[in-house]
């Protein structure tokens, strides 16, 4: 059964950081694409990046140049550094992923596993 834990959300002020976590188990494969998406009440889960088991990643292009996903296989955890923040990043940020080797696509829907969220507030 594969979990998906993600942590290191919190309330920040416009222009700060925060880095997330997703730590995985259940599996120790690294043919694992894995992603980060988001949703803000009220709004559909949209995606925010993404990276394949050969660490190619791709981003939205709201986020291009502010954040940045990573991923540690040696510790099954995934990351997402997120510079320069601001009030409409503002949203339940999801980490998610699915067995898979090659390019992944951005899509909710091609995703297998998810976690359960974690808060990012900023404020102005």
């Known amino acids: 059964q594969v979990q998906l834990v993600e942590s290191g959300g919190g309330s920040v002020q416009a222009g700060g950081s925060l880095r997330l976590s997703c730590v995985a188990s259940?599996?120790?494969?690294?043919?694992?694409?894995m992603a980060w998406f988001r949703q803000a009440p009220g709004k559909e889960r949209e995606g925010v990046a993404v990276?394949?088991?050969?660490?190619?990643?791709a981003y939205a292009q709201f986020v291009k140049g502010r954040f940045t996903i990573s991923r540690d296989n040696a510790k099954n955890t995934l990351y997402l550094q997120m510079n320069s923040l601001k009030p409409e990043d503002t949203a339940m940020y999801f980490c998610?992923?699915?067995?898979?080797?090659?390019?992944?696509?951005?899509?909710?829907?091609?995703?297998?596993?998810w976690g359960q969220g974690t808060q990012v507030t900023v404020s102005s």
């Open positions: 998610a992923a699915r067995l898979w080797v090659g390019l992944c696509p951005l899509a909710p829907e091609f995703f297998d596993y």
């Open positions: 259940g599996y120790t494969s690294r043919d694992y694409c």
């Open positions: 990276i394949d088991s050969d660490s190619n990643t």
